[in-house]
């Protein structure tokens, strides 16, 4: 799994049966300590793989954190670079009456500095792969 994320075609992902695997079980891991009612997915990939994880845990997806409503959240997203646009999306749910417990990302890109920055420091998250 590791390779195909460095190697930028995170779609390749869904492509590999043991990437697959790999990935929905390090999501599975990521999640399994919170208590939640649905999974944010932020673009296309992290939608795939939410529903998957959705699907196993008896939850639902939601597209937009518009549609969260009242209801305790992960968020997944393909990526964690600077963190902006995930801290965005987690104002917008806490905004709308929902509750943000964790965020998970397939890679994060250490040199574009979230987690250094600590911008998205309120909410704990976690990345599949990091370089």
Do not use: H, N, Q
Request: with cysteine; net charge negative.
């Amino acid at each position: 799994m590791e390779d195909i994320v460095k190697g930028g075609d995170l779609e390749k992902l869904v492509a590999d049966s043991a990437a697959l695997k790999e990935a929905v079980e390090g999501f599975m891991a990521m999640f399994d300590r919170e208590v939640y009612d649905c999974i944010l997915a932020t673009d296309k990939v992290s939608s795939m793989f939410a529903a998957v994880i959705a699907d196993r845990m008896g939850r639902c997806v939601v597209l937009s954190p518009e549609d969260v409503g009242k209801r305790r959240t992960i968020i997944m997203s393909d990526s964690l670079g600077d963190g902006k646009s995930l801290k965005e999306c987690a104002e917008r749910i806490e905004s709308e009456g929902g509750e943000v417990l964790r965020i998970g990302c397939i890679v994060e890109r250490k040199d574009e500095g979230a987690r250094k920055s600590k911008i998205i420091r309120p909410y704990p998250f976690e990345a599949l792969v990091e370089f």
